[in-house]
């Protein structure tokens, strides 16, 4: 307990030293890793929606990150995937930040089994360009998602700011899906500060009768 009290003590004096704007940024911070702590989830779950009548399957992507695949299709060079926070816009998200080779896509894949159960399957996410990126016109980023090979989706990105999405994925009830989540440079990636964030996939099994 004493060991600990220190290590309050001296946090607290170093932040006592901060500036008002690194106070400010601190606090935006703490804030952030608090609703990470609530929002934190198992990689795959189980839950029942507001109703009660409908389970639903969520497998969090961020928590299976450790699990996933990285490639790139050309020279790796300049590719970085990792999980961390992410501000688009001003907002922080839990986020998998994929910056694309100098050549090439980057592609991060997953392999899940889908429960038998399930009679619909969906991914929610978000798309963006973390802020600081210097974008124009010649610097635009695609992000692409396939499953078990087939294209699904595709967005270019080339402003600031989270864009939501929640897309249909084929019925794979009880087989195995190979999701990938790919940056594409689209000839330059220059400042592609792509972010994927908070991507779930999500399955629904509905009551009999």
């Not at 704007?21 to 990689?43: C, G, M, V």
């Not at 795959?44 to 490639?71: N, Y």
């Not at 929640?166 to 790919?182: C, R």
């Amino acid at each position: 307990m004493s060991h600990h009290l220190d290590e309050i003590d001296a946090i607290t004096r170093r932040i006592a030293d901060l500036s008002e704007e690194s106070l400010i940024q601190l606090s935006q911070y703490i804030s952030f890793l608090k609703w990470q702590e609530e929002q934190w989830q198992p990689p795959d779950v189980w839950k029942m929606d507001e109703s009660g009548t409908e389970a639903i399957w969520v497998s969090d992507l961020i928590e299976r990150f450790a699990d996933a695949r990285q490639a790139a299709t050309g020279n790796p060079a300049g590719m970085e995937i990792k999980v961390a926070p992410a501000s688009c816009g001003g907002v922080v998200r839990r986020a998998i930040w994929q910056h694309p080779p100098a050549e090439g896509l980057s592609v991060l894949e997953y392999q899940l089994l889908i429960p038998l159960e399930l009679d619909l399957l969906k991914l929610h996410f978000a798309t963006g360009i973390r802020d600081g990126a210097l974008l124009s016109d010649d610097n635009q980023v695609a992000f692409r998602i396939r499953v078990n090979g087939r294209p699904i989706w595709n967005h270019l990105v080339g402003g600031v700011g989270w864009e939501s999405f929640s897309i249909d994925l084929p019925s794979l009830a009880g087989q195995e899906a190979i999701i990938q989540l790919i940056t594409d440079p689209l000839g330059n990636s220059r400042w592609n500060w792509a972010a994927w964030g908070e991507p779930q996939v999500v399955g629904l099994t509905y009551p009999e009768g």
